[in-house]
């Protein structure tokens, strides 16, 4: 079979550039974030009062950086673009059609910023702490539920007491320069400082920002390493590097939960995670479910402060997931995809070990994939439409460690909890 023509990519080039052009001033975070003067004004009521955040605030604080009706217009255009000249069943068209739908419904979410239809359009994009993982699996919720017991009492143990955060943030700035240059040597990317930053590190196109007011211990550096690094901006760089669909450099909602998934994945394969960290991703998740039940700000904080997260991590996680919301509204639910991902991502790698499709695995970091276009992006592949991915973590780079280490998953999985229990406690 004959590879498709010069022009045939010249035309996917063209308007994968026009779809990362017409994303480039929408900055999600950006828009939706909650300025540190509603912390300050927060703990100033004793943690009592609601923030004072509407829709009127973040159009005053966090303005737009496009008209959103002109928006929509343009992804609308491009979108009958890629259906004439590509086609409705093409796998790239597919693909590409579909992520301008969904930056559409971006556009709809930050337009409805501090109004009730955010958080619906939100749970649309993301999910909701409902959604099950297969049928008659438990759900999210339950999820976060079930480990929230495990790691408790794993935290109970001394052993498991995190170091001091002794690092600043110039210090970990200086140190993950030098690690992920190591890395990426020929990216041209660099670690800064942010003083505008709600978490503790984000990864950019080419650039990871640290939170100027942050402190950190070796594991948070060894997190961010791989999590940032590796994962985040390794997809970026890989997605950047396509010679033509160059829309892989660029994360729309869906992709979240897989890359968001395969960092987490990441950091515990390497070992670089901790029950500690674990238990601050399963209280996000429980925040996004008691928002989604009605509770508000203060009730979550509250929740947070009690489940032994400090004054400080209680406010963070809360207002991440309020952040475009109001403090009595529905939540942003983006946090539900570090376990939701996990899981996802930690059964597709499993299953492709059973099944012997190590070919498969690489295509996560093919660039901002979704799991579930995996079969297209495999297809492409073959066709030479995309490229193979220049960077895998090296767990992914020489998987004989890994797969060895699977073998036993499938098998240890089918066997009673319950029973191992009964025979193993008396061990213990």
Same mark, same amino acid.
């Not at 990362?20 to 939706?32: G, H, K, S, W």
């Given at each position: ?48 009062? *609601?923030? #004072? %955040? ?5 159009? /005053?604080?966090?303005?737009? =950086?496009?008209?959103? $009706? +002109? ?108 690690? *992920?240059? #190591? %890395? ?5 990317? /660099?670690?800064?400082?942010? =003083?505008?930053?709600? $978490? +503790? ?118 207002? /991440? ?108």
């Amino acid at each position: 079979m004959s590879g498709p023509t010069q022009q045939y990519l010249s035309t996917v080039r063209e308007l994968s550039d026009r779809m990362v052009e017409a994303q480039r001033p929408i900055r999600i975070l950006d828009t939706i974030k909650w300025h540190a003067d509603i912390r300050e004004g927060f703990f100033a009521s004793g943690c009592r009062e *609601l923030p #004072a %955040v509407d829709a009127e605030y973040y159009a /005053r604080r966090n303005p737009l =950086d496009f008209v959103a $009706a +002109d928006k929509r217009s343009e992804f609308r255009e491009i979108e009958r673009d890629i259906s004439r000249q590509l086609g409705q069943l093409n796998p790239v068209s597919v693909l590409m059609r579909r992520i301008c739908r969904e930056y559409r419904s971006v556009v709809d979410m930050l337009d409805a910023r501090g109004t009730s239809e955010f958080g619906l359009i939100s749970r649309d994009l993301y999910g909701s702490a409902s959604d099950v993982f297969h049928a008659g699996d438990p759900t999210l919720a339950d999820l976060g539920t079930a480990m929230e017991d495990t790691l408790v009492n794993l935290l109970r143990n001394d052993s498991m007491t995190e170091a001091e955060k002794t690092f600043s943030a110039e210090q970990a700035v200086e140190m993950l320069n030098e690690r *992920l240059l #190591a %890395v990426f040597p020929d990216a041209g990317f /660099r670690v800064l400082l942010n =003083d505008q930053m709600t $978490a +503790d590190a984000a990864a950019g196109s080419d650039y990871l920002k640290i939170r100027s007011d942050a402190r950190f211990n070796q594991l948070d550096i060894d997190v961010l390493e791989v999590h940032e690094g590796w994962v985040h901006l390794g997809t970026t760089l890989n997605g950047m590097a396509q010679p033509y669909c160059t829309f892989l450099g660029k994360g729309p909602p869906s992709s979240t939960t897989t890359q968001e998934g395969l960092a987490v994945l990441t950091e515990i394969l390497t070992l670089r995670s901790s029950p500690g960290r674990l238990y601050k991703l399963v209280n996000r998740v429980r925040a996004v479910t008691l928002a989604e039940d009605g509770a508000n700000f203060v009730e979550v904080f509250d929740y947070l402060c009690g489940n032994n997260l400090s004054p400080q991590e209680s406010y963070s996680i809360a207002a /991440r997931v309020f952040r475009g919301s109001t403090p009595e509204g529905k939540p942003f639910t983006k946090d539900l995809a570090y376990m939701r991902g996990f899981v996802q991502t930690f059964n597709f790698l499993r299953l492709a070990m059973s099944e012997g499709k190590l070919d498969s695995l690489p295509l996560l970091f093919l660039g901002k994939v979704t799991l579930e276009d995996i079969k297209h992006y495999r297809l492409l592949l073959e066709e030479g439409v995309v490229m193979p991915p220049r960077f895998l973590p090296p767990h992914f780079a020489e998987m004989k460690g890994l797969a060895t280490w699977m073998s036993f998953s499938r098998f240890i999985a089918s066997l009673s909890f319950d029973q191992l229990q009964s025979d193993y406690s008396g061990l213990l």
